[in-house]
């Protein structure tokens, strides 16, 4: 028996214009496994289980809560196939929200990007995710360019 969830429709409703915009730079080959050909990871927002089910160094993550309204944005991009958990446990480690966002954040959808993508490019990546979802949590969102897609921030610069 599969441990996995499903994206519940009106998750993957809100979702659908940012795997639009994101899908150039979704990590597509590890994410397909398991998943139904679905770029999104969903597990419930839990460091343990998060760990277990994304391996992913690069992602922008997506909290919601019981009612399946976006709670928070956020994005990582470090060393280790941990690091989406890891950030999950600071958030939960906060002094003044912490405990706040244990108690709302029910779901996590995770959205794993290439390989090797620049900070930059992950950061324009969150900062339009954060644009499409307008989550009731959290405002130190990147600023969106409007004219710099997250496939375009990702080309080496000599290109763009």
Do not use: F, K
């Not at 969903?42 to 009612?67: E, F, K, T």
């Not at 991009?77 to 966002?101: F, N, S």
């Not at 090797?116 to 989550?135: K, S, Y």
């Amino acid at each position: 028996m599969s441990t996995a969830l499903t994206v519940p429709a009106a998750i993957g409703q809100a979702l659908r214009p940012v795997l639009r915009l994101l899908g150039p730079v979704l990590d597509l080959p590890a994410t397909a496994e398991g998943r139904g050909g679905s770029p999104v990871v969903v597990c419930r927002a839990s460091p343990a289980v998060v760990r277990r089910r994304v391996a992913a160094s690069c992602a922008v993550y997506v909290a919601w809560d019981n009612r399946r309204g976006c709670r928070y944005v956020g994005s990582v991009c470090r060393q280790g196939p941990g690091a989406v958990g890891d950030r999950l446990t600071e958030h939960y480690a906060h002094r003044m929200a912490g405990l706040a966002r244990r108690t709302s954040w029910c779901l996590l959808t995770v959205l794993p990007l290439s390989e090797g993508m620049p900070l930059e490019a992950v950061r324009v990546a969150e900062g339009w995710t954060a644009r499409l979802l307008n989550p009731a949590d959290g405002s130190a969102h990147p600023c969106v360019d409007l004219t710099q897609t997250p496939a375009m921030a990702a080309l080496p610069a000599q290109v763009r």
